[in-house]
């Protein structure tokens, strides 16, 4: 092209950059005069001065670029933009390879790019460059600036002895050392006021490095000074802010990276959103040949022959915008962001980007970099219409135009038109229009137009961004954080929007094992939006995120979860909730994913099925395994599943407490009956099968989600297997308690607890039927006998079930001394206190007046009259207490206390065993918990919960010596 080489002012283009307040004309005049003080020969005509006033009311960076030096406004609008263009650089290169220090070439560099600034937007404003010259001048000066810091910094480490090149000229020629450009940058589409964004890699394996030097903490430190040296603002400015934050997972690596390490993440780590941004690529500095072999080595990571249409929909999950769809016609152009909002820059990029994506593997002409020359190729290879690249060129230039008239006000990458009437009719002045109206149709007209084709590009693929996010952005893709993005979280309830945007790029960046196939990224991006929903809704979705963060770091694959949680929105919010609800229980899912398969079974939440069908369910799976370790495997898959569900559908109300309590017992009885069948196939060796007596809480129907089980195992052998006996059966004892309680592949079922077994730890593990009788009637204390009100057989042969049952009652309705009897109940009561007594309100078990007093009151008023009244035995609390009321043995209005007592103490253990682990503390707890809490207690805040424990605590306490006496 021929060069016109005419001083830039005889080429300015007028403009009507008014200077309607006058202070651009005083500006003028000022950085006049004090040129004229240097160059008394400096004249401008009315012409130029008026251009100038236009520029400096509009833009108070340029006037004091003049301002520090007046000879640059001379030097500037003298010459030809061309000629001022080349002598700017030649006399950087000058300067840059004589600095004595890093200082000096600093100062060199920050004077050389405010030459380059105030020389650019010049012509830029005149109109003596086009766009397209701009943004490629200013990437050329990039270029040059940014290659001289390189090759200031290997030459330093040359004479440190670390570093020797080929060519000590040119030391970065062979070095290793890749400087990577990216984005508008790479694509020679640098912006008026912009960051660099680039990659740095190194090539260990051609690093002219000295003996003894290790790369990466060399090349590390050299990245540090580079940025120090481009990116520090001094008294003369700064050269370029400097982004390195597109390297792979920036939040753990180091600011170099080596050619291997890299290969190796873009090959099993590396995301969409990544492989669009290495069309841009380009090496700036540094080694360009290892650069470009780089990239080559890159290119089928980057340009796939067959590419799945999934990845296309994670490509487009980057500018997640619900306003990409059709419906939301209006944009407003005041505070509108030209490069990020509906109809901006980044849409024109995208849709240039995706179908390159789809296309480069198979016609590599496709391959390149800038828009505007990606437009036209796309529309000689038929996959855009002449129409399309012609409005979206013209969009394209006029955007850019806008978008370095805002950076050049105040040398600020500001993509954002002003929000305030008079700021935006300034700034449309300085944009080159005589009235705002005119800028806010022509700008509401171009993006209309970008956003009618970007929406058309993808109205076919998945939809990408929920109507549930607010219609905002939700971009977690990229190196800088969404300001949109962050507003969106806000308005949907997390307190630390960047704290979600760091966590889902996390995941994005496969740091958990679970993340790091690229499908489960895939599917994860598609369904973001619903996801942050669902969280959203809960009563802390901060909470409920981290912990659903920590579970995806403890599961081995998340791509059967995604998938599953994409096509069931139901089982989305349920695992919603118990992330938010339930830590508990989120562990356990994380460490059970056939549980998740529990979850999604239709039959899982059907029509309840009756105790028969649960025994004969778990019964059928344990014993449908061959071997004996795969049964053991079995009876906690199936134990497992089965207590998750019955949480499950306390969380969320479908059954009540005292139903859990039931669904629990039921679920381990059914297991102990399998597994003492199990046991006994095994190593019974002839001898006749003992029973299980359930105590405590199992005895009593009372089991929580987090119980232990207490068992008793009683035993009744013909006389001639009597000497064999007693071994026999404590090593199947041992067997049944190893089968219920260790761990296997499959985890943990129980924890098993026989301390209540005759003579307690002294005593044998087994005990034969008419010695249990005997100590119960001879040698059993009194908290033996109150224990044994909750006694129930649950496994074994049914006579001999039957049997024990028939000597339990015999014992429990023998004549007693009530006195002692009260007075044994007082001193352990005593004892307990003594021992754990607690002043922490949610100790429901051993707070004065607690549970333990209620369940001491329901066993000494059985043991006390039952010889009278046997009827009113039952292993279960609450059950006891109503048939102690019918029978009179307690005034109705006591026994409604208790009754009342032991259900609001169930409903709260119930809880709290479901969802914590240790102690509860209301104010730390999770928002949903204590919603959970109040729902089953039926009470309207945590202070009325509290005030209504103490004071059932002190109606127990007082009624606690008033019957036990």
Not at 353 to 372: C, F
């Amino acid at each position: 092209m021929q060069l016109d080489h005419a001083a830039l002012r005889n080429r300015l283009t007028p403009t009507p950059l008014d200077d309607v307040e006058g202070s651009g004309r005083q500006r003028a005049d000022r950085a006049v005069a004090a040129l004229k003080a240097a160059r008394p020969e400096a004249t401008f005509d009315d012409r130029t001065l008026a251009f100038l006033s236009g520029v400096f009311a509009g833009s108070h960076y340029l006037f004091g670029l003049v301002e520090r030096n007046p000879e640059r406004l001379f030097e500037t609008l003298e010459t030809s933009p061309e000629a001022r263009f080349d002598a700017v650089l030649a006399r950087i290169a000058d300067e840059a390879a004589a600095a004595a220090s890093q200082r000096e070439l600093m100062t060199a560099l920050r004077v050389a790019k405010a030459d380059i600034a105030f020389l650019v937007a010049l012509a830029d404003l005149g109109e003596v460059w086009s766009v397209d010259e701009v943004t490629l001048r200013l990437t050329d000066a990039a270029d040059a600036l940014v290659g001289h810091a390189v090759r200031f910094l290997l030459a330093r480490a040359m004479e440190a002895r670390k570093f020797f090149p080929p060519d000590h000229t040119r030391p970065e020629e062979g070095s290793g050392f890749i400087v990577l450009g990216m984005g508008k940058y790479g694509a020679h589409e640098l912006n008026y006021s912009s960051d660099i964004d680039l990659i740095i890699f190194y090539d260990r394996e051609i690093a002219p490095l000295g003996d003894g030097i290790e790369a990466q903490p060399f090349f590390v430190r050299l990245v540090r000074d580079l940025v120090t040296i481009l990116q520090e603002r001094t008294a003369d400015g700064y050269v370029f802010r400097t982004d390195l934050r597109l390297r792979p997972d920036p939040g753990s690596t180091q600011a170099a990276i080596s050619t291997d390490a890299a290969f190796r993440y873009y090959e099993s780590l590396g995301q969409n959103w990544e492989r669009a941004a290495m069309i841009k690529a380009r090496p700036v500095a540094g080694d360009i040949a290892a650069g470009d072999a780089f990239l080559k080595s890159l290119s089928p990571y980057v340009w796939r022959k067959y590419l799945d249409y999934n990845a296309i929909s994670d490509i487009h999950a980057m500018k997640r915008q619900i306003h990409a769809a059709k419906g939301h016609e209006k944009i407003a152009v005041a505070g509108h962001n030209l490069k990020l909002g509906r109809g901006g820059i980044r849409e024109i990029e995208f849709f240039v980007q995706s179908q390159q994506l789809i296309a480069g593997g198979r016609q590599p002409p496709l391959r390149t970099r800038r828009t505007i020359t990606g437009l036209k190729l796309l529309t000689d290879y038929e996959w855009i219409t002449p129409e399309v690249r012609d409005d979206l060129s013209d969009a394209y230039r006029t955007l850019r135009r806008m978008e370095h008239r805002l950076q050049m006000v105040a040398d600020q990458q500001t993509h954002s038109l002003p929000a305030q009437p008079a700021e935006l009719e300034r700034f449309a002045r300085f944009a080159g229009y005589a009235d705002v109206a005119r800028f806010e149709r022509d700008m509401r007209s171009t993006m209309m137009m970008v956003q009618e084709h970007y929406a058309a590009l993808f109205e076919k693929t998945p939809q990408l961004t929920a109507p549930q996010a607010g219609g905002g952005n939700l971009v977690f893709a990229g190196d800088v954080e969404d300001p949109a993005t962050l507003t969106t979280l806000a308005a949907m309830g997390f307190k630390n929007p960047s704290g979600v945007i760091g966590m889902v790029k996390g995941w994005h960046y496969g740091r958990y094992p679970a993340m790091r196939s690229a499908r489960a990224r895939e599917i994860l991006t598609e369904f973001t939006p619903p996801l942050l929903e669902a969280f959203g809704k809960t009563g802390d979705p901060d909470l409920a995120l981290s912990t659903f963060d920590r579970f995806l770091g403890e599961v081995p694959t998340a791509l059967q979860l995604f998938s599953m949680l994409r096509a069931n929105p139901t089982f989305l919010q349920l695992l919603a909730q118990i992330m938010g609800s339930a830590p508990r229980l989120a562990r356990i899912l994380s460490r059970r994913r056939r549980i998740m398969e529990a979850l999604l079974d239709p039959d899982g939440f059907g029509e309840a099925p009756t105790p028969e069908e649960v025994r004969d369910h778990i019964r059928r799976d344990i014993l449908a395994a061959e071997t004996y370790d795969d049964r053991l495997d079995r009876a906690r898959v199936v134990g497992q599943e089965r207590m998750f569900l019955a949480g499950v559908e306390l969380l969320s109300g479908r059954i009540d407490p005292r139903e859990a309590g039931e669904s629990y017992s039921l679920i381990a009885e059914s297991v102990i009956e399998a597994l003492l069948d199990v046991v006994q196939e095994r190593y019974g060796n002839g001898m006749p099968a003992p029973v299980v007596l359930a105590m405590g809480k199992l005895g009593g129907r009372e089991t929580t989600a987090s119980s232990d089980v207490d068992l008793i195992v009683v035993y009744d052998v013909p006389q001639e297997k009597m000497q064999a006996a007693p071994q026999h059966y404590a090593r199947l004892t041992q067997r049944l308690i190893s089968a219920l309680s260790a761990p296997t592949p499959e985890g943990e079922l129980y924890a098993v607890d026989m301390r209540l077994r005759p003579s307690g730890k002294a005593g044998p593990v087994a005990v034969r039927l008419d010695g249990f009788l005997s100590y119960q009637k001879n040698e059993a204390w009194t908290w033996e006998h109150l224990a044994l009100t909750r006694a129930r057989p649950i496994a074994g042969p049914p006579e001999l079930r039957e049997r024990l049952s028939g000597m339990i009652r015999d014992v429990l309705t023998l004549p007693r001394d009530r006195a002692k009897t009260a007075a044994d109940v007082l001193e352990m009561r005593a004892l307990i206190e003594k021992e754990k007594g607690t002043r922490d309100l949610w100790q429901i078990k051993t707070f004065n007046g607690g549970l333990i007093d209620v369940e001491f009151i329901a066993q000494f008023l059985q043991v006390a009259h039952a010889e009278r009244l046997p009827d009113i035995l039952d292993q279960n609390t609450e059950a006891a207490l109503r048939k102690l009321v019918a029978a009179g043995v307690l005034d109705p209005e006591d026994g409604g206390r208790l009754i009342h007592a032991a259900e609001l103490y169930n409903e709260v253990s119930q809880i709290l065993r479901l969802c914590t682990e240790g102690a509860f503390n209301p104010a730390a707890a999770p928002c949903d918990l204590i919603e959970v809490l109040l729902h089953v207690t039926g009470e309207p805040d945590i202070a009325r919960l509290e005030g209504r424990l103490r004071d059932t605590y002190a109606e127990v306490a007082a009624l606690f010596p008033k019957l036990v006496l």
